[in-house]
């Protein structure tokens, strides 16, 4: 029973599936049906007749055929054979070959969309055509304007155009061989080869009239104004040179050979109407005119810089002369009192050489500006190294001679701080008289010791002659940690003890209870009379601890409560 049940569902799905597939084959049988129909029904007859207004000759005549034949092809062939394969399918159907009839309407999909592509080609081109034509019509007019005004324009100026007129006539004959050349084209009704002529029209024409108004502009810079510019230039050479300015190196009269040359290089280019090409030359040459005249400035600056500078850079080096040897002597009575280092003695030697070498050197420029054989440009640059050489000298020197006043600067600072350090290590040493503990570590003493000792070498320091401020420096900064270490050791010292009685006291509460507890304070007791403080307060710390927890802690809060005084 349960078998023939499964049978029976197993053939009813079947049937429910053959049903659905068929109804969506057939769907996509009708769509594309309607598609063919849609094909066959543009009106492509009708926009082909649109070429028939143009002359149907040459060019136009075989895209005409052509379109047509492809569009009777599309209608007697193709669609027809499309029928056909939509009947096959309709068949395929029918004898449930499903995956044949699959493939076929593929087939047929493929083939009515190249159809479309095809179509949209033909009306594409067309539109083209009969568009080339419209706008040839149309644009061919509005440069036939231009040409004509061109033609009047080069007529009535010939003579602005110079050197370039011949080739402006001969370029505008071109011109007007390629109107004609439209015409015949156009005649013959190959429209889309009139279009090319209509856009090399539109691009000769713009850019032969640019050439119209540039051309007698840049002619008149290259034959009158730059040549003007470069006489105005020699002139002012000449100026110079009468007035006492040193300019052989600058070369002027080659340099301006040179763009003369080139000037006449630019002519030759707008004789051959490369007017861009002559305009980048053009520019190139007012760029080294103006390039010239600035050396030319560049020389009347210097020549100024030097007449105006010369004394001053003179009096600056002789002042920083004197002043040196004012710091030589100052030196010298320093180094009665305070031993300077050797780093410190060849500064001062290498300032005095290099100021000697900067006294040579400016003779030597001042020498030649007297010559007047040597440019003042050059000898400007040498002046302005100079002056900063002068300027670095001055700071060195300054910072050298501060050095000096500091040493006794740094003397008193030193004495000071001596002072305030031998407070301190008293004030320790007060603190642990009052602390009225019963003895000192060994350890402690000795370094307490040391710290005075420290202290005594440098006041001993302090005392030489002369004095050696690093030394006495090195000796402070070494005396300053002892003392800093044995002040916190003196703190932590009397803080211990303190600690120790505080535990002990609160610990004998429990003497008679615990006997660790007895035990271990007597051993606490016995180090905190052998004045081993840290020991004695661990040992009571952790006897009271085992029978109390936590009661260090509250001890210590009760002693922080107390005013604690301070070294």
Known sequence: MEIAITILLLASGGMIYNYVYRK????????????????????????????????????????FERWRQQWDDIVTVRLPEVEEKLFDVEEFLDKYRYAKAKGVLREIEQTLRKIEEDIQTILHELDELVGSEEQNRVEIEQLKAVYRDAKKML??????????EENLTLKLDDIHNAFQRFEELTNAGNYLAAREIVLYLKQELMVFSKMLQDIPTVLTECQTTVPAQLAELIEGYQEMKEEGYILDHLDIHQEVSKQQEKLQQCIDMIRQLQLEEAKQMLEEIKADIDALYDLLEKEALAYQYVKTEMGQIEEQLYQLSEEAKQTGAETLFVQQSYRLTAQ?????????????????RFALIQERALEERTAHSFIKEELELLFGQIQ????????FREMLQTLRKDELAARE??????????EAVRYVKKSRLPGLPETYKLQLDE???????????LDEKPLNMEAVNQALTEAAALVERVCEQTMSMVEQADLVEKVIQYGNRYRRRYPSVKEGLEEAEMLFRHYDYERALEQAVA????????AFERIRQLL?????PKI
């Open 451 to 461: 710290a005075k000792e420290l202290l005594t070498n440098v006041s001993l320091r």
């Open 24 to 63: 969506k084959m057939y769907r996509e049988i009708d769509r594309l049906e309607a598609w063919k129909i849609a094909i066959m029904n543009r009106q492509v007859t009708d926009e082909l007749s649109k070429v028939k207004q143009l002359n149907m000759t040459g060019e136009t005549e075989e895209l």
């Open 417 to 426: 701080k001596l002072r305030d350090m031998r407070k301190q290590l008293s």
């Open 155 to 164: 007529l009535a100026y010939r003579h602005t155009f110079g050197v370039a």
């Open 344 to 360: 410190d003695l060849e500064k001062y030697r290498s300032m005095e050489k290099q100021i000697q070498q900067l006294a040579k």
């Open 392 to 399: 670095l000298l001055k700071e060195e020197h300054e910072q």
């Open 560 to 564: 922080q409560e107390e005013v604690e």
């Open 543 to 550: 006897t009271v601890e085992n029978v109390e927890p936590g």
